[in-house]
C-alpha cells in the first residue's frame, strides 16, 4: 500500500480559494487511481474527486463540479485539489485516498487514506 501525508487547507472567507496536497511515499503511485474526500462533523464520508493512473480522467461530485479541480503529478507523487469559490458547506476534514482501481465513489473500496486535513469556509 502507499502511505498518504496531506498538507494545506485552512480557514477562508465564502468565495475564496485553497488548495490541498497530498504527497504518496513509494515507487508505486502511478499504478493508483487517487480520491479526495471529505467529512462534515456529524456527517457521513463523502465523495468529492478522483483522477485516473495517469491523470487523463477525472470525475467529481456535483455540488463542487466548475469550482474543484483534482490533478497529478506523477513525478512528484502528489496529487492536488484546488478548491476556488469555496462555499460554507464545502466546510469539512478532507482525505486524499488511493484505489487500484479508477471509478469508485465508495470509500469502502479505498485502501489507503491520509490524515486529513481541516477545511473551514466561513459566511
Known amino acids: 500500500q502507499v502511505q498518504l501525508v496531506e498538507s494545506g487547507g485552512g480557514l477562508v472567507q465564502a468565495g475564496g480559494s485553497l488548495s490541498l496536497s497530498c504527497a504518496a511515499s513509494g515507487r508505486t503511485f502511478s499504478s493508483y487511481a487517487m480520491g479526495w474526500f471529505r467529512q462534515a462533523p456529524g456527517k457521513e464520508r463523502e465523495f468529492v474527486a478522483a483522477i485516473s493512473r495517469r491523470g487523463l480522467r477525472t470525475y467529481y461530485v456535483d455540488s463542487v463540479k466548475g469550482r474543484f479541480t483534482i490533478s497529478r503529478d506523477n513525478a512528484k507523487n502528489t496529487v492536488w485539489l484546488q478548491m476556488n469559490r469555496l462555499k460554507p458547506e464545502d466546510t469539512a476534514v478532507y482525505y486524499c485516498?488511493?484505489?487500484?482501481?479508477?471509478?469508485?465513489?465508495?470509500?469502502?473500496?479505498?485502501?489507503?487514506w491520509g490524515q486529513g486535513n481541516q477545511v473551514t469556509v466561513s459566511s
Open positions: 485516498a488511493a484505489d487500484s482501481v479508477f471509478g469508485h465513489r465508495d470509500p469502502a473500496d479505498f485502501g489507503s
